[in-house]
């Protein structure tokens, strides 16, 4: 992985302003989403949806003040203890698994100190920054397959492992999102091949030891091939359906804000399905809105900031951080349309929760580190 000229001339510039301006109105989009969807589950609390809504707008403030401290601190020095971060991480989601909070049958979110939090979060960012890491430490040799694949195999396999025992969607996101920087990073495809391979192979266990899994994929078939069909289905087929009827009822414009209906019926509609309650609201103009937010920032984070990156670190990071939010939004909008079995995962800066919106912000903040440390000239950064 190179660059055209040998010699290439660096400035010191801005944050990327695009960036910064989709992310914050991502946020707001969030703020009036949560304040529609929350009340039923205010109601189960023995709380306030206002009252939520701003523990919502905290955490939020929270992540903005991460994201511009971590703006602040060179992308070089940020990947110095990724090695140490991915072995805490690791301890974390051997935790949850042991004394993790139950929720739905599954156990995702670890309390500690009255502190609740889901630690794949936190291994999903820090394997992402270290895969990086060891994909710019290993250029030289990039194509040993015992010097550089092993390697980096070593920390994916064991993370993806732990995440999927309890989270298979988010371990099958990560697995492709590894698949793909280390196809940016000029890994053999040989050697990528084996990846696939093993990744077919340790997600069909997964979903095989899960009959919940498996229920959620048979459902999603079901709607596919019947999907003309009148009737409501219970579980995980219930859910997209009441989906479905929020998006309907939205057409162009929608119903308005804070007139959702459909908000009492879905299961979670200020996390796994808050894109529904903002495509009944704001119809398709406003559901729309929202995509193109997560398309500029796909655009700004690749096309400029990743190409445009004065190394092979940078290159690799933003590319990592910019699929990553992009693909979680594009993954939560396709669920809600139900392009996409259910999955549960949130839509970046625009779901209720506190973990996956601070690690985002943590992204955001090293996009916006390295935007500031871009190319001086129209030099192309080749990825072969």
Not at 93 to 114: C, E, H, P
Not at 204 to 211: D, T
Request: with cysteine; proline share 3%.
């Amino acid at each position: 992985m190179g660059t055209g000229p040998e010699e290439i001339d660096t400035r010191k510039q801005g944050s990327d302003r695009i960036l910064l301006t989709s992310v914050i109105m991502l946020m707001i989009f969030g703020i009036l989403a949560v304040y529609s969807s929350i009340a039923y589950f205010a109601e189960t609390r023995g709380t306030t949806a206002g009252k939520l809504v701003t523990g919502h707008m905290i955490k939020l403030g929270i992540a903005f003040v991460v994201m511009l401290i971590v703006s602040k601190i060179n992308y070089r020095n940020v990947i110095r203890f990724s090695r140490i971060a991915v072995v805490f991480s690791w301890l974390l989601l051997i935790a949850v698994m042991i004394y993790g909070d139950l929720v739905f049958g599954a156990r995702r979110s670890l309390t500690i100190a009255g502190f609740s939090f889901q630690p794949s979060s936190v291994a999903t960012v820090v394997l992402l920054i270290h895969v990086a890491v060891l994909l710019h430490e290993k250029q030289e040799y990039i194509k040993d397959f015992k010097r550089s694949f092993l390697p980096i195999m070593f920390w994916i396999v064991p993370t993806c492992a732990l995440i999927g025992m309890e989270d298979f969607s988010s371990a099958a996101l990560l697995l492709s999102i590894c698949l793909t920087l280390m196809f940016i990073g000029r890994i053999s495809i040989k050697h990528l091949g084996t990846l696939v391979l093993i990744g077919l192979i340790g997600g069909s266990a997964l979903l095989s030891a899960s009959a919940e899994r498996q229920s959620r994929v048979q459902q999603y078939v079901n709607q596919v091939t019947n999907i003309n069909s009148t009737q409501l289905e219970p579980g995980a087929g219930y859910q997209a359906q009441q989906a479905y009827i929020a998006i309907a009822q939205g057409k162009l414009f929608g119903v308005g804000i804070g007139k959702s209906t459909q908000r009492d019926f879905l299961p979670a509609p200020y996390n796994d399905f808050i894109y529904s309650i903002i495509a009944e609201e704001y119809g398709i103009a406003g559901a729309g809105m929202i995509i193109f937010l997560y398309v500029m920032i796909l655009i700004r984070g690749v096309v400029f900031i990743a190409r445009n990156s004065v190394d092979t670190l940078g290159v690799l990071l933003a590319t990592a951080c910019t699929i990553t939010i992009a693909l979680y939004g594009f993954v939560n909008a396709g669920v809600a349309s139900g392009l996409l079995p259910v999955t549960g995962l949130p839509m970046p800066f625009i779901s209720y929760g506190g973990t996956s919106m601070l690690f985002t912000a943590l992204m955001v903040g090293i996009l916006l580190n390295i935007s500031k440390h871009q190319k001086n000239n129209k030099s192309t950064f080749y990825y072969g």
